[in-house]
């Protein structure tokens, strides 16, 4: 199983940026996918989440800012960061808790991470 980020990137104060992730590989069910991040000399922290239900989850400074969302399946996840602030500097990093067969438990994975800098 692997999870590919794309996007990231530069952006001004007020500025927009887009994140996508898609999980890859044998995969038999997502229980929940989206983004954490983690500035330097940060705990890494929840962003936005998406649940099997369609469910969601964010942190609360981002939200009315960010949207996560479907993509084309169920395997993707898109992050819509609008009203970019300084603080949403860090590197954002794709998660999925799913089930691959491989046990018989649902298991954690993670993306290399994507820069995101807000600076004017």
């Known amino acids: 199983v692997q999870l590919q980020a794309s996007g990231g990137g530069v952006a001004q104060p007020g500025g927009s940026l887009r994140l996508s992730c898609t999980a890859r590989?044998?995969?038999?069910?997502?229980?929940?996918i989206g983004w954490y991040r983690q500035a330097p000399g940060q705990q890494r922290e929840l962003v936005a989440l998406?649940?099997?239900?369609?469910?969601?989850e964010y942190k609360e400074s981002v939200k009315g800012r960010f949207t996560i969302s479907r993509g084309d399946n169920r395997n993707t996840v898109n992050l819509q960061m609008n009203s970019l602030k300084g603080e949403d500097t860090a590197v954002y990093y794709c998660?999925?808790?799913?089930?691959?067969?491989?046990?018989?438990?649902?298991?954690?994975?993670w993306g290399q991470g994507t820069q995101v800098t807000v600076s004017s």
């Open positions: 998660y999925a808790d799913l089930f691959d067969g491989s046990s018989q438990y649902y298991s954690e994975h």
């Open positions: 590989g044998s995969i038999s069910s997502i229980s929940a």
């Open positions: 998406i649940r099997s239900g369609d469910s969601t």
